[in-house]
């Protein structure tokens, strides 16, 4: 105990390790050091050891091996999940709102508008575009009663030009009036005229209701949507593509508000009611 405290009391006391051949007990290697010396030299090799170690966790691939840790993969899916829940919620606001105004729009209710945020990944014009024929059709205008016109309140491209049929061929006796809360006009017709669509679309409704009798109405591009009301029958269900002119009911005398064998007809663009006389010629 007193050679250990004297030892102690001594760390810079010099000693010498030496590595001897176990054969011939020559001696290889040699050394002098000292206590304090052998002390520093661990305390560095632990240093160097950790710091390789949080090195190789950083900057190489092994950092993937942490338990928590988050691959590339694993980051670029989040995020991509982010940007696909931020666009469904998006989505899913618009659809209600439309949906709302649909229901607005069979109760004769006014309708609420919305705005899409510029960039957003979802679009509204999903439907495929109409690619025609002018010349086919400057020779059709006068057989089957077709209105030209270039623009739509504006949200259409000025370089694209529409053509809206004629729903059905008669006389209209109630006019556009939305301030009486008459939001399309009424066209009498003869009993049996099929009621045509005025553009390619989707089905998106096709039912009965207690006011309107048997309703049908259409999607259209450039969120322009049109309905027709009172139809005896339908011929189209939800879901059916239809071409421009083609039938979609017959002419009917069904719900509470009619009076007679008649066409209500509706015209909507971005949930906001149009005079359909101002595009159609009936």
């Known amino acids: 105990m ?3 405290k004297k030892a102690a009391k001594k760390p810079n006391e010099r000693y010498r390790v030496t590595v001897l051949n176990n054969r011939t007990l020559d001696e290889v290697w040699h050394t002098v050091t000292s206590k304090r010396t052998v002390v520093a030299l661990s305390v560095l090799i632990i240093v160097v050891a950790i710091a390789a170690g949080c090195a ?22 989040l995020i ?52 025609r024929d002018s010349s086919i059709y400057r020779n059709t205008d006068n057989q089957f009663n077709i209105k ?12 694209v030009e529409m053509y809206f049929y004629s729903p059905v061929r008669g006389s209209i006796t109630n006019p556009h009036s939305p301030e009486t809360g008459h939001y399309g006009v009424d066209v009498v017709a003869n ?18 209701t207690l006011e309107a009798g048997y309703v049908i109405i259409v999607q259209h591009r450039n969120n322009i949507v049109s309905q027709y009301k009172h139809n005896s029958f339908l011929l189209k269900k939800i879901g059916d593509h239809v071409r421009a002119g ?22 909507w663009q971005n949930g906001m009611p149009l005079n359909p006389t101002d595009y159609i010629i009936f």
């Open 246 to 267: 083609e039938p979609l009911g017959i002419i009917g005398n069904t719900g509470e508000y009619t009076t007679g064998p008649h066409l209500h007809f509706e015209l």
């Open 56 to 77: 190789i966790a950083m900057f190489t691939p092994l950092r993937q091996q942490i338990p928590g840790y988050p691959s590339n993969a694993d980051r670029m899916m």
């Open 191 to 208: 009993t049996k005229d099929p009621i045509l669509s005025i553009l390619d679309g989707t089905v998106i409704m096709a039912g009965w």
């Open 2 to 4: 007193g050679k250990a």
């Open 148 to 159: 030209q016109i270039n623009s739509l309140n504006e949200p259409v491209e000025s370089t």
């Open 80 to 131: 991509d999940n982010i940007l696909r829940i931020d666009s469904i919620e998006k989505i899913l606001l618009q659809k209600d709102l439309y949906i709302n105004n649909l229901n607005d729009i069979l109760s004769g209710k006014p309708t609420q508008s919305h705005t899409v945020e510029k960039g957003s990944i979802h679009t509204d014009d999903n439907l495929p575009s109409i690619k």
